[in-house]
Structure formats: C-alpha cells, structure tokens
C-alpha cells in the first residue's frame, strides 16, 4: 500500500477542490444510505479520501471512523472537520487491513469508489466481514470499469508503469456482486448508476448468526 499512500498523497491537493463527478448520482448514493443508517450506530468508512461523504453522513449515526492510506487526504479532511460542529467523527490515516480494530466492533462499513483500485478485493470483503457485528451492514459503490471501456487494461498498465501500483484491469458489475455474496454477506439492496462506467451500489449483510 506504500505506492498507494504515495501516488494519492501526491495529488491529494488536487483532488480536494475538483467537483463531484455525477452530482446527481452522488446525491443519491447519500440519500440510499442514509435510509441504511441509525443513530445508535457505529460506523467505519474506508478509503474516505478528502471526508466528503463523512461530513455529510456522520450527524446520522452514534459515531463515525473515516480511513485512509493517505496522510494527506486525512490532513484535508481534518481542517474540514474543524470548520464544523462534528464531535462524533474521527479521520485516522491507516490501511483497515493494518489498524487494530476489533473485529465485531462495527454496525456498518461504507466503501465508496474504493474496490476498483485494490488489487484483491475479497482480501478487504473478508475483512469488513470481520469487523461487522452480526447483522451488519457492508455499503459499496464501485465503478465498474470493465463495463463498456476497452482502455482500462492499457490505463491499468500505465499507472503500473509510472507509479508502481498494481491495480486491478477493472470490475464488472457480476465480480463485484459474487465478491460479495462469496465472503459470507447477503445481498439487501443493489442498483447500478449510468451513464458509462456502471456504478453498483450494493446493501449487503452479514448473517445475525452463524
């Protein structure tokens, strides 16, 4: 993940002032989870970049832990978070497969536009599984790159070549769902954004008992 951390690191400056790609669609991410979450919750989001999203959605829960491998993206994140009124939201850089979270711990677990730029995707499936109480609720939406572009291959190798990340070629809408339901999580909701890439969005739990 060093290459990761360093690349997005890099760029995290400018990444905090570009708009939101597809407004609407991201409205509507915010809208569909929020009929997900509960006050009495304890939330993990995961590869949170500049913590748009966290600010927007932690007043919903009981408290919010918002991650990510980047330094500098948690930097920017934590001058946004001190222009609000937030107490229940914490920013912490670290990789979830690296962090001393106690599995079980978690009600919900968000991974937005996350799982098309790691390379074994049911190594963090596995893991969210792990940190989720019984019943939990995993929440992701993924571009599925694979879904009518032919230059993923090609723009997967150049980024290998020039940054040394090893990304996966992209995602189709099927490997994201059989991710899923392979690592032990029940699907409870799924819709796909358009225009071109696809985007998933997939509601999926954990089982309340074994």
């Not at 330094?71 to 920013?91: C, V």
């Not at 099927?174 to 796909?192: A, L, P, Q, W, Y």
Request: hydrophobic share 40%; net charge positive.
């Amino acid at each position: 993940m060093e290459n990761t951390a360093k690349f997005w690191n890099k760029i995290a400056e400018k990444y905090s002032k570009k708009p939101i790609d597809d407004k609407d669609g991201y409205d509507k991410t915010i809208r569909v989870t929020r009929t997900l979450l509960r006050s009495s919750q304890r939330v993990l989001e995961i590869g949170c970049g500049t913590g748009t999203r966290a600010l927007e959605l932690c007043a919903d829960v009981r408290e919010y832990i918002a991650t990510d491998v980047a330094t500098e993206m948690i930097r920017i994140a934590d001058e946004k978070l001190l222009q609000t009124k937030a107490s229940n939201l914490t920013f912490k850089a670290c990789d979830v497969l690296d962090a001393s979270f106690t599995p079980g711990s978690f009600d919900v677990v968000l991974a937005y536009n996350l799982f098309h730029l790691i390379p074994d995707p049911d190594l963090y499936t596995r893991r969210i599984f792990d940190l989720l109480k019984p019943g939990g609720i995993f929440i992701s939406k993924t571009p599925c790159l694979r879904e009518g572009s032919r230059l993923i291959p090609i723009a997967a190798k150049v980024m290998a070549f020039f940054y040394g990340l090893k990304l996966p070629n992209g995602l189709q809408v099927k490997d994201m769902t059989e991710c899923v339901t392979r690592n032990g999580f029940g699907i409870i909701e799924s819709h796909e954004y358009q225009p071109k890439p696809v985007r998933i969005f997939i509601a999926a739990q954990k089982p309340v008992s074994n």
